[in-house]
């Protein structure tokens, strides 16, 4: 269905002329430009859970993801991003960021796979859109930048609980296993039953990058299933190995320059989590939208939610008076 929304919304921005009484009084047209903006909401609303190719997918399988899904995921991104500058509509930004940090359901996934080699191609709308669309592009890369610090970055004392690979299975085995994999023990014994041992390796195994080795080891009568942590696993939990990582990821996003302006009044605070000095946090989602006559273009900031929930965010934002819409500019082909 998401071709279908995006088509449909695009459509009634096109024909937005044709849909406005011209020959009404300022009340009704003032209505009309008000319902059509909300029909307009309402589609890019329904359009983007859809902009994940695995929303659906089981949690056993929701890393199968081909080059072409990625790329599918990449496009659907783009297209709302560009729908979004499109009718104007900056505040649903806000959804679409929760809806992107949820794709593939491991977030160092997620961004390796998704949004880093997403990046070039998001920083290549800033020659396309025009001055007053940009806040659609700095509010998903704000985000983007606050969700890799607080949820992938950490403290020097934390490594935060989204940076580590856990099995979805809530058994008592397994919960023993997500404890194992978020500290910093090397190895830990499961003296289990054979199909515990069983249970708990396949779970463990069948985790993208899972970065354990198994062996069985004798414990008195029986046996117990040894599992140890490989070389690269201990090195990625360690600070220093997750502050280099952040550093490469934010130079993609941009300059210190850019990164500064993309930030705003946050960038000391990405200086800080970088430094170790004080964890970046996000948040509730806000978004705010300034308007000023003789402005050259609006403004935002935007946070998404931290949360990992399948639920959609809630969005605050300060809404638009139907007049205003009346002076956008039109970036249809038409």
Known sequence: MFDFWVALAERLWKKKDSLIPSGGTPKERSDSIAMLHNILGRLIVAAVPECDSADNYKPNIVYIHDSYNVLQDQDRILKLLDLMALTHKVEHSVQL???????????????????IPLIPRLKARYQQYHTTDLPVLDTLLRALVGRYLQDL????????EASVNKVHCECEDCRKANWFLQSEAVTEIFEVAQWGRSHIENELRNLPQSGVTFTTVPRGRRHALQVTKRHETLEAGKWNTRVQKARTFLATVGTPDELAR?????????????????????????????????????????????????????????????????????LSSD
């Open 262 to 330: 993309i930030m705003g009044e946050r960038y000391p605070d990405v200086q800080a989590a970088l430094a170790g000095t004080k964890p970046y946090e996000m948040g509730n989602p806000t978004l705010v939208v300034l308007h000023s006559e003789g402005a050259e273009g609006a403004t935002s900031s935007a946070e998404a939610t931290t949360s990992q929930a399948q639920t959609g965010p809630v969005v605050a934002g300060v809404k638009r008076k139907a007049e205003d819409y009346e002076d956008t500019t039109d």
């Open 153 to 160: 970055l950490g403290s020097p004392s934390r490594r935060p």
């Open 97 to 115: 960021i929760a809806s992107v940090s949820r794709s593939y359901k491991y977030l160092p996934e997620t961004y390796r796979m998704l949004v």
